[in-house]
């Protein structure tokens, strides 16, 4: 899954044109209200206890799960002619939900509540501008890679600790 995140990441910029296919095209500025970042400092991440952890981990893939569905709609639109980006985008998806179903096995494992599914989008502007719409692409391309690599160390911090 890790793997795959970069490779998605850089279909999508591709397929975008300019600014976003530029060599070196980063703006890790850019974010969305409706999607948690997955940045915190190290310290607080180590702090965090299980529940903590795992809840934002569940919360955030519950919220990439959707957004990766819009920007799977909004690349429809913009390029149709996209199989592999559209295929790598349903992938992911899929994968984020199927992270969702075991971390779900794992917190019940553990014996720790899980949060109930939530509408995270909310409203959407479907009139939303096609750069718009390639900026909210990036973002939740960006943050499924970034949570990806978080939720790998979660995990692992888990099965160090449980497996012992």
């Given amino acids: 899954m890790q793997k ?3 490779a998605l990441l850089q ?7 300019s600014p976003f296919s530029d060599p070196g095209f980063s703006a890790p500025e850019l974010q969305l209200s409706t999607l948690p970042s997955a940045a915190v400092s190290f310290k607080t991440w ?5 529940a903590e952890r795992l809840s ?8 990439l799960t959707q957004h990766l569905q819009l920007v799977g709609d909004d690349q429809s639109y913009l390029n149709p002619g996209s199989p592999i980006l559209l295929a790598q985008l349903g992938a992911a998806r ?3 939900q199927g992270l969702l179903g075991n971390m779900a096995a794992i917190m019940t494992a553990l014996g720790l509540p899980i949060p109930p599914e939530e509408d995270t989008l909310g409203f959407v502007p479907f009139g939303a501008s096609a750069f718009e719409r390639k900026c909210r692409g990036y ?3 960006r943050e499924y890679g970034h949570w990806t690599d978080r939720a790998v160390r979660d995990l692992a911090l888990l099965k160090a600790k449980y497996s012992a």
Avoid: K, P
Avoid at 11 to 16: A, D
Avoid at 58 to 63: D, I, S, V
């Fill in 46 to 50: 180590h702090a965090m206890e299980d």
């Fill in 4 to 6: 795959n995140t970069s």
């Fill in 56 to 63: 934002r981990a569940q919360g955030a893939f519950l919220a």
């Fill in 94 to 96: 899929l994968r984020a």
């Fill in 139 to 141: 973002i939740v391309t």
């Fill in 11 to 17: 279909t999508y910029l591709q397929h975008q044109g």
